[in-house]
């Protein structure tokens, strides 16, 4: 329950009112069917990387029915609506009278979770009610806090309640099989499946493009204010240039203090949609995506972009998403757990910075020498293209033909 410590009051709110009625309306909903597939995915990033398996899923097993649940409001709303499933719905809390209601009624033949859900409870009574259960997606460190002596729920669900854990890499099956856990298979990433699905859609969006002019822009993913600060600086300084900025979350406020704190114009994505551009939208310099679901579409837009997360306690978000469309990428010093950044960082490809000051030389770097982008980008588009696959790995392990 620690994620509903860093949730900001409308999330809470949104938390607890989608949870009025969920079990009675789950039990009307899944009343008579049998068989389900039951997908669990924290919130929209999480779901992003089950996407792939889920609609592999579908195309393989087109009359069955398929459950998916989420725990956080950020991915429930966008989604609820999903149309490769049968049924959306939050998942309930992790009480034994909660998760007794919900296994009795939705009687799930397959239940299939993402990298960071680990449920005590709900864990347990799978195991107990003997439902074939898989986790895919894991990635840990050899110092993962998950290793830590306080974190016995980790280590008890890790060996004992998943028919197989599915781990993106080597060092994954490393730390997981010294741990003790019997069932471990290296799958890759089926996140990259994903974004190399989305780099082949033929999509545009006609606000972006008004605003850009058709010209490819500086942008920055999944920002918090800390970095919306430093991309102010460096708009700031250079008025001749734009930048597109998608913050992490949707709060006006954010959106907002980028605005005030814009010299040569920004605005808000949600003022143009579904409007003719004027030139309020085509002279500012900035363009603040306020609305989630899009970027990883909208990197296509750049020649190199900033990943929000760095700097904060989190990881960055997504590294591969603004990878496959090839470009340089940069974030902030807190990234060692994330494998994608190391190897990037490694190849060539992504430029990890320490301050501000690192940020700027990074942009102005990019935005100058049109050879050390391109180098940069056939690095990225290439770690993407060799690192495909992992979904038909994920789907014939999970259901064994």
Sequence with gaps: MAYLCRMNTE????????????????????????DIIWFHVPSYGEFEEARPVIEATRRR????????????PTGYIPLQHYDKVDWVFYIPLD?????????????????????????PVMMNMLRRRKIPTYIMSVHVEPDSYHLSWWDFNYRQIMRNCYDCVLVRDQMSYDV????????????????????ADILKEPWSNSVVEAWSGGKKVFMAGSTF????????????????????????????KEADDIVAGARHGAV?????????????LLNAQILIVNTVGMLARLYRYGYAALIGGGFTDNMPHSVVEPAV?????TFGPVYGRESHCRNLT????????????????????????????????????EYCRRSTGATEVIVDTIFGD
């Design 11 to 34: 999330k809470l709110k949104l938390f607890f009112q989608g949870r009025k009625g969920l079990l009675s309306k789950i039990e009307a909903a899944v009343k008579g069917h049998d």
């Design 61 to 72: 097993y087109p009359e069955r029915k398929i459950l998916l649940t989420f725990f956080s």
């Design 95 to 119: 009480t034994p009278w909660d998760m007794k209601r919900f296994l009795d009624a939705v009687r799930p033949a397959r239940a299939i979770f993402t990298i960071t859900d680990f449920w």
């Design 176 to 195: 997981l099989t010294k741990l003790g856990v019997p069932r471990v298979k290296i799958t890759g990433d089926p996140r990259i499946d994903r974004v």
């Design 225 to 252: 204010p800390a970095e919306d600060g430093m991309m102010l600086e460096i708009a700031n300084a250079h008025p001749e240039a734009k930048f597109l900025i998608i913050p992490h979350e949707t709060d006006p």
């Design 268 to 280: 808000k994505y949600t003022d143009f949609v579904g409007k003719e551009a004027d030139e309020k």
């Design 325 to 329: 469309f090839g470009m340089p990428i």
């Design 346 to 381: 490694a190849l060539g490809g992504a430029f990890p910075v320490n301050d501000k000051e690192e940020l700027k030389a990074f942009y102005e770097k990019c935005a100058t020498d049109t050879a050390f982008v391109e180098k940069a980008a056939e690095i990225t588009r």
